[in-house]
């Protein structure tokens, strides 16, 4: 392959928080050019302010995120600062538009004309609002494939409903397994799985309708509710419950099926995880512990009377690895092949020599962060060099998309500012910057 697989192909993009962001990240990392649609009058006035560009009150409300700008200052651009956004927005275009104006849907309508992919995560009512819904844009592009995310679908009785990544967690099922034992769903923390997860089925199902795209010439609308993606990560589950009427119960650590836990080391707050599948794991893992004499009870010969006490057995092994690092707890055990990983904090993962090699964390400029190590690309390969290039500003790019893209002449572009669609800040109710 002479070039990246999406090169020449652009993508539109109104997305919100992480899963929409990361679908068209990952387009971008394949050469698609990516170009954010950013309306600078709805910020900071809903929460949809918030999940795109936070602002500094906004992110006080957030805990730990909100000391997420480099150096811990929002400065004079904090909706260009934001770690929470700028991980995910290497290489897109940024440029501002009104869409609520009639004169913003018409401007929308002739870009989307010259697009391939239009992506959106917003709530379901978003697009009709807008006069951009799927009649409308395919009528305009037949080509164009446009990916919608709503959390729970679109034409059923959920499918208004507002809500984060933890609220449709919870109602996917996720919630109700990955908690404490014996412990109230109220309990367990938020993890967002829901969004990462989501990018990359979404970017999955982009590229399947540009692939179909080449036999048909036509485009699709793609809907793909969150809900759903994420039930399919515990679909075991639901097959066993309608089989057998099985209740799966939350595990806290451990496993229905192996002597499994997260076991405090020497390191204050400090733990290792450790998994022993079967006999002969079982036989080096004690091994390794020095052969001590609560292993050479009978009951511990099988897994099935493992299981049975492992309330014991965890103890035990907690007692011998309290006295010893993370480090030294998963080298000795992996070196006779018993699975076991150190549970590491950001700071760990920066120093850790195998991501070191692997060369996972890489460095990239913002327009206003200067240059800072990011996550890496999602995966390796023998193509070409996927596409890594710095993070743009709101509304740095309005010139290249209005003028370039668009064919705006100087007076059609000063009429767009004065329409109030060309921005490189959000604006209050005044038209002043933020």
């Known amino acids: 392959m002479a070039h990246l697989p999406l090169e020449g192909l ?19 990392d394949l050469g698609a050019e990516v170009i954010r649609v950013d309306n600078p009058w709805l910020f900071p006035s809903s929460t949809r302010g918030m999940v795109v560009r936070p602002t500094p009150p906004q992110m006080e409300m957030m805990g730990t995120m909100g000391r997420a700008y480099p150096d811990g200052e929002p400065d004079e651009r904090p909706q260009d600062r934001h770690a929470m ?6 290489g897109k275009k940024f440029m501002t538009l009104d869409l609520r104006q009639q004169s913003g849907r018409e401007i929308f309508i002739e870009l989307a004309k010259t697009a391939d992919v239009f992506v959106e995560n917003n709530n379901v009512s978003v697009l009709g609002n807008l006069g951009i819904d799927w009649e409308t844009l395919h009528e305009a592009n037949p080509k164009l494939i446009l990916l919608r995310m709503p959390p729970a679908g679109i034409g059923a009785p959920y499918s208004s409903y507002l809500g984060f990544g933890a609220h449709f967690e919870a109602f996917s099922g996720v919630t109700a397994v990955r908690g404490y034992a014996e412990s109230a769903p109220a309990t367990t923390t938020s993890v967002f799985q829901m969004d990462p997860a989501a990018g990359s089925i979404g970017a999955f199902a982009v590229m399947a309708a540009l692939r179909r795209r080449e036999k048909t010439g036509q485009g699709e609308l793609i809907v793909l509710p969150q809900v759903e993606n994420e039930m399919n990560h515990i679909g075991e589950m639901f097959i066993d419950a309608a089989a057998n009427g099985y209740d799966n119960p939350p595990l806290t650590n451990r496993d229905r099926n192996f002597v499994q ?12 995880s450790i998994t022993i599948r079967t006999d002969a794991e079982w ?12 292993a050479a009870d009978e009951r511990f010969s099988t897994q099935a009377g493992r299981l049975a006490a492992q309330d014991e057995i965890d103890a035990a092994i ?30 760990d993962v920066f120093a850790d020599p195998h991501v070191k090699a692997r060369g996972f964390l890489r460095e990239n400029t913002g ?4 240059t800072h190590l990011y996550p890496g690309h999602q995966w390796k390969w023998s193509g070409p060099e996927m596409k890594w290039a710095p993070i743009s500003g709101l509304g740095m790019d309005n010139e290249y998309v209005y003028k370039e893209i668009l064919g705006f002449s100087d007076e059609q572009y000063a009429q767009a500012d004065r329409d109030g669609h060309i921005s490189t800040m959000y604006l209050d109710a005044a038209g002043n910057p933020l």
């Open 10 to 28: 652009r993508v539109l993009d109104i997305t919100v928080v992480w899963s929409g962001p990361t679908v068209t990240m990952l387009l971008s």
């Open 85 to 90: 956004f700028n991980w995910h927005a290497r």
């Open 261 to 272: 836990g997260a076991y405090p080391t020497s390191e204050e707050d400090r733990f290792v």
């Open 283 to 294: 036989r080096s893992a004690v091994g390794v512990m020095g052969d001590p004499e609560w």
């Open 318 to 347: 907690a007692e011998w690895t309290r006295s010893r690092t993370r480090q030294d707890v998963f080298t000795a055990l992996q070196s006779v092949g018993v699975p076991a990983g150190p549970i590491m904090l950001e700071d």
């Open 367 to 370: 327009y206003a962060t200067g």
